[in-house]
Each structure stands twice: as C-alpha cells, then as structure tokens.
C-alpha cells in the first residue's frame, strides 16, 4: 500500500477529486490505521456541522457519503487494485454519519463516544455486517460499515436515555 497518493497528473483532475472523496479527504493515507483516521476526520466534520439543522445534514451526509463510496468503488479498484483498500475511508465516514444521526447534535462527549462505540462495531463486524462485504463494488466496502453505523447507533442512543 503506497504512502503516497498517485498524482494528479497521473488521474486527471477528476479523478484527483475522486481520490480525495473515497479516500476521506486523504485520511485514508495515515500511516497507522487509516480507518481510525478517516472516523476521525468524520468526527471533525460532525463536530463543525450546525446545531440549527444537524438532522438534515446528517442525513444529507449519509445519503451522498453512501451513494458515493457505492458509485466509486470501480474508481477505487482501479487505482488501487483490491475491492477495498485501506486507503478507502469514506465508508467510515457513511457509517459514523449513521452512528450519530439523531435530532440533536451530539455534544464532545457523545461524539467521542460515537467514535469508540462505532469503531469497535465496525472492527468487530456484527451479523449481517461481514456478509454485506460480499456485495459488488463499493456497495461492499460501505454497506458493512453502515450497518456497524446502525449497531452503534442503537447503542449510543440507549446511553443518552438510560445513561448520560
């Protein structure tokens, strides 16, 4: 796995932004663990959205994040030459966005706690999680991790009733 993304003479343009879109905005590139990275670069985003109209964006994220990583992981084989590369995160992206879709904007400490429990969830791959990964193109490499996002996503709205 290069260190280094490929150029954007080497891609075009459009597939320079296709990289920095699959690749989370190059957190895919950290040199340890690049879906720990990408989770956390989500959580940045997350913690920048509005307060006002945080549902919206939170679905409006989910929505585009999916259909993106879905939609480009021929991109990502080709440039990569596996079905999903480390260096593919905006599948944690999708599924943090699902892990903290909730009518309120998640405080420092839900979203850190969004991070962990989504994290441990997506590692952990919970049933149907590991199959999902068997689906065609990046509708493999994104549906288990919203499905680690669901798992996650119960988990920590249980904590805010019962807990925080």
Known sequence: MSSLPPTKEKLG???????????????GYSPIAPGTAGTAAACVLVYFLPTESFLAWTIGLVIAS?????????????????????????????????????PDKPDLLI???????????????PVPARNAESLPGGWGIVTDDLIA?????VLLLGLRLWVL
């Open 149 to 153: 996002g669901i798992y996650a996503n």
């Open 111 to 125: 979203l850190v706690l969004a991070f962990f429990i989504f994290r441990v969830f997506d590692i952990v791959k």
């Open 13 to 27: 343009l459009l597939g320079f932004f296709k990289l920095s879109l699959i690749t989370g905005f190059f957190s």
């Open 66 to 102: 999916t259909l993106i990583s879905g939609f480009l992981g021929g991109f990502s084989y080709r440039v990569f030459g596996r079905k999903d590369p480390g260096h593919f995160t905006l599948d944690e992206f999708a599924g943090l966005f699902v892990t903290v879709l909730h």
